[in-house]
């Protein structure tokens, strides 16, 4: 009788190891922008960026390991259904940059909208896996043309993706400084509700 249990056993370990070689790569793309940095060089389990990134425009959030190509998406409503889908090509390549005006560095508000999780395999799928960890006064950065700006963390919040007065909020500051939102779906694996990281930048 112990034959068949112990064939069994193998059968089932069978299993879950390929389960575990096949979903491998989504666990660790979700569990990597917690590990924090000083540990990092310990494992190399932990990839370095998904790709070369071009250092002209690009978001970096060093503290959750997020180093993303920057695509400016033109006229884009960020509220609206159907522009999703034309953003959804940038989030293949990187993170989405929003905003109105000529120039990013005069824009008082900018949202950068990225993947926490994406059925579709590109190497962004879960750039922003990591952004619930974000806490205030982390600092990242947006590089715009060759310019970085710096942004510190002052507030993070999950809005109803259709409060447009909520996150018209979020847009306003008493500092006069400009704003940038990270914004990505959550919880991970749903569209449910957002997840935003508001940035005020650094003079």
């Given amino acids: 009788m112990r034959k068949p249990l112990a064939r069994s056993t193998l059968i089932l370990m069978a299993i879950g190891a390929s389960l575990l070689w ?3 790569p989504l666990i660790q793309r979700i569990v990597t922008p917690y590990i924090a940095p000083q540990y990092r060089s310990l494992s190399s389990l932990v990839p370095e960026s998904p790709m070369p990134v071009s250092r002209a425009d690009v978001l970096s959030f060093p503290r959750l390991g997020i180093d993303a190509p920057l695509e400016l998406t033109e006229n884009i409503d ?3 259904l159907g522009d999703w889908q034309v953003l959804e090509q940038s989030l293949r390549r990187g993170v ?3 905003y ?3 120039r990013f560095a005069t824009a008082p508000i900018a ?5 926490s999780s994406d059925a579709a395999t590109n190497p962004y799928a879960f750039i922003f896996a990591g952004l619930r960890a974000v806490k205030a006064g982390d600092v ?9 700006y710096d942004y510190t963390v002052v507030h993070t ?3 109803r993706p259709n409060d447009r007065n ?15 939102l990270l914004v990505t779906c959550w919880p991970l694996f749903t569209n449910t509700n957002r997840l935003v990281v508001v940035g005020e930048r650094l003079l």
Avoid at 111 to 115: A, D, L, N, R, S
């Fill in 140 to 148: 990242f950065s947006v590089t715009q043309h060759g310019q970085q």
């Fill in 111 to 115: 949202y950068i909208v990225g993947h």
């Fill in 166 to 180: 909520r996150f018209t909020s979020l847009e306003r500051t008493e500092s006069g400084r400009q704003r940038v």
């Fill in 96 to 98: 989405g940059l929003i």
């Fill in 22 to 24: 096949i979903y491998f």
């Fill in 78 to 80: 960020p509220f609206q």
């Fill in 157 to 159: 919040e999950i809005v």
């Fill in 100 to 102: 109105a005006g000529n």
